[in-house]
């Protein structure tokens, strides 16, 4: 288990750990995204990011690149319609219907 904000969470038990893609999505939707706005560099960001999921710097960075947009799929988008369907299911497994319900109304706008 670990923790995110104080609370325990169960790991993601489809895939065993969420990809860097779906991170970025699940910290937009706890609107730590829009806390990040502030920073006058995205390169500032993509390492404040790096830094908190363990991730790349690179593929961070790419990921925010491209993460503008709903789409039903692609290679180098990271709202995918797939990827929010996982992201859902992470916040419904872990007491979170409300950012689920959230998620689920973007799904539906794709």
């Known amino acids: ?41 995205e390169q500032q960001k993509a390492n404040i990011i790096s830094a908190i999921t363990r ?17 039903e799929k692609g290679s180098r988008e990271t709202k995918t319609k797939k990827n929010l369907e996982v992201v859902r299911d992470f916040f419904k497994e872990n007491g979170l219907p409300e950012i689920a319900k959230k998620i689920q109304v973007d799904i539906d706008k794709i």
């Open 55 to 71: 991730e790349d710097f690179d593929n961070v960075k790419k990921a925010l690149a491209f993460n503008t947009r709903f789409v």
């Open 1 to 41: 288990m670990e923790r995110i904000f104080g609370k325990s969470i169960e790991t993601h038990k489809k895939q065993g750990k969420l990809t860097h893609k779906q991170k970025i999505i699940v910290l937009e939707y706890f609107g730590i995204l829009t806390l990040l706005k502030s920073c006058p560099q």
